[in-house]
């Protein structure tokens, strides 16, 4: 069965520095997206991509986070001055055909120190 | 009032016990509905959409309740396996974008 991959499964970094995280979503999908869940809370709408642009984004994503799909099967989250905190997991998802039923990866630990 | 709100439980329940849990959203143009289950430190799986008409999938139902802007999910005959906490999802705007709900926990003890 098709799933959506994430990369790395754990990310450490210091406060201030970038980070790319990785996502493969499922091949024949069109729409993407990024969540985040902090520890012991809700999971939270970060952005959706359609058609290589952003379709829509919360307040969270602000000028810090960055969003691309440099080739035909990655989609990246971008986080450029990571603050304390952005330490959550993060959750690549995509849908296809069905655009409603988003399928999520098995996300990313970001702990930022 | 929250856009979509869900008890915490935990729901403690015995093995062949049937368990519902609701999901209550405020956007009454709220579009799209789902249930997800997510087990600790993992990712949201989709259990299943949730139709107007309601819809059942082997042991578990779902229904929406426009009138009363809620969402219900039924599990019959529990099994230790269904120990998770359940997420609601609604798609508010009718542009993909979820909103979650806190999910609530279930434990089903042997």
């Known amino acids: 069965e098709p799933e959506v991959t994430q990369t790395p499964s754990h990310q450490v970094t210091q406060m201030g520095q970038e980070v790319i995280l990785r996502c493969v979503p499922i091949?024949?999908?069109?729409?993407f997206y990024w969540y985040r869940q902090i520890l012991g809370q809700k999971v939270e709408f970060l952005v959706s991509?359609?058609?290589?642009?952003?379709?829509?984004k919360s307040e969270i994503f602000d000028d810090q986070f960055s969003v691309e799909r440099p080739d035909g099967s990655n989609f990246t989250l971008k986080i450029r001055s990571t603050k304390l905190e952005d330490s959550a997991m993060y959750f690549c998802?995509?849908?296809?055909?069905?655009?409603?039923?988003?399928?999520f990866g098995p996300g990313t630990r970001l702990t930022v120190l | 009032r929250k856009e979509v709100e869900q008890d915490p439980g935990p729901f403690n329940v015995p093995e062949g016990a049937t368990v519902a849990f609701n999901c209550t959203y405020s956007?009454?143009?709220?579009?799209?509905f789902f249930w997800y289950r997510q087990d600790c430190r993992k990712e949201p799986k989709l259990l299943m959409s949730?139709?107007?008409s309601g819809n059942e999938d082997g042991r578990f139902t779902a229904q929406l309740n426009r009138a009363s802007q809620y969402i219900s999910l039924l599990i019959r005959d529990s099994k230790l396996s269904d120990s998770a906490t359940y997420l609601c999802?609604?798609?508010?705007?009718?542009?993909?974008?979820?909103?979650f709900g806190t999910g609530t926990r279930l434990k089903v003890l042997a």
């Open positions: 991509f359609y058609n290589n642009e952003i379709s829509e």
């Open positions: 949730v139709y107007s």
């Open positions: 999802a609604v798609d508010t705007s009718g542009t993909y974008k979820y909103i």
């Open positions: 091949s024949n999908h069109l729409y």
């Open positions: 956007n009454s143009a709220s579009q799209s």
């Open positions: 998802a995509s849908s296809g055909v069905a655009p409603n039923e988003q399928f």
